[in-house]
């Protein structure tokens, strides 16, 4: 398989030589007894990264998620989010399930919302409403393309839920690609959430592991408490944390390069067709196809490429999206061009 271009997701990354031998040489204990040494120390890391008083490590972005709602938004209650966020199409109801959250959501272009949006949505308490207690926000954002909130779009958003007494959450899973992109310090992008989840599986190619970023104190030993609850207390996991501390080391700053393999992807594909791609939305590391423009579907391109060793993801009938991270270099996105162009030019 090791031929294969692999565009599927920048979460099939295999750690390096450097990863493994740093998770072998860790320093471990039992988390549940909050005695893993290499988990404390990422979690004192991670958190003052972003400027917050503390972190907790989980197994995965999902879990992460859905901790922080229930830090922010009681059971009952609604939490607002944009309807292609990944709270709500991949994280299988679990903010219905496991949080007994009410979301709300909001149809908007690259799933970015702003403040004169989400202002008329909002249900303050005391109207016989569901009072709206968080909205939440992802960044880098998924479905959209990889696109980036402007940091003014997120201050309005800042104003505006602490106006209404509402939480905002970070969807943080790519935040690392947006503050290389958009050069934003990480501690500007904490200033602005009571809760972020953080990913280290994502472009920062880690094997395991997610972080919740709380703004309060008070909040971790709630936290630990769903964590529990939810079956995410690992033992000895200080192996994942060592592997997290290495990604954070050596893979942060490189996470440029997947953005240039990236727009590398739209350039070499804009010609083709008009509408397939846009170049000047490829912002991160995700490029999104629009297959309306074409009479191939999805499921027939993506098979299509397989069986010429380049892998893309079919995200919608139409829709297919390109991902770049640490496992492709630029001969594996020259390679998936010439598949790819070959594939579409016929259609
Ligand atoms: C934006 C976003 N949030 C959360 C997650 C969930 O991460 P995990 O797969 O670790 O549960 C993902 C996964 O791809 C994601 O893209």
């Known amino acids: 398989m090791t031929d294969l271009v692999d565009l599927r997701s920048d979460t099939v990354t295999r750690p390096d030589a450097g990863m493994r031998q740093a998770m072998a040489a860790a320093d471990v204990g039992d988390d549940v007894y909050g005695e893993d040494p290499t988990i404390n120390a990422l979690e004192e890391r991670v958190a003052a990264m972003f400027g917050h008083a503390a972190a907790l490590l989980v197994p995965s972005g999902t879990m992460g998620n859905q901790i922080a709602l229930r830090l922010v938004c009681p059971a009952a209650d609604e939490l607002i989010c944009d309807a292609d966020a990944h709270i709500v199409t991949y994280e299988g109801g679990g903010a219905a399930q496991h949080g007994a959250i009410q979301t709300r959501t909001i149809v908007v272009g690259r799933g970015l919302l702003t403040a004169e949006l989400v202002e008329p949505q909002l249900r303050v308490e005391g109207y016989h409403a569901v ?71 994502k472009g920062l190619g880690a094997p395991v592991g997610s972080l919740v970023v709380m703004s309060d104190e008070a909040m971790v030993a709630e936290a630990r408490a769903i964590r529990r609850r939810l079956g995410g207390g690992m033992r000895q996991a200080g192996i994942l944390a060592a592997a997290g501390r290495y990604a954070l080391d050596h893979n942060l700053a490189r996470l440029a390069d997947d953005h240039a393999r990236a727009r590398r992807l739209a350039d070499g594909l804009v010609d083709l067709r008009p509408g397939l791609v846009d170049p000047g939305t490829v912002e991160t590391n995700i490029v999104p196809l629009d297959l309306t423009v074409t009479s191939l579907d999805s499921a027939t391109l993506a098979a299509q490429c397989r069986a010429d060793g380049v892998l893309v993801s079919a995200v919608g009938p139409r829709r297919v999206r390109l991902v770049t991270h640490l496992d492709v270099d630029d001969a594996g996105v020259e390679r998936a061009l010439k598949v790819l162009r070959s594939a579409l030019a016929a259609q």
């Open 131 to 201: 009072p709206t207690r968080a909205v939440a926000v992802e960044q880098t954002h998924n479905r959209g393309g990889g696109a980036v909130y402007p940091l003014a779009t997120l201050k309005d958003l800042r104003a505006l839920t602490s106006s209404y007494r509402a939480a905002l959450h970070c969807d943080g899973a790519r935040i690392w690609n947006a503050h290389v992109a958009a050069q934003v310090p990480l501690t500007e992008y904490g200033a602005l959430f009571e809760t972020l989840s953080v990913c280290l599986s």
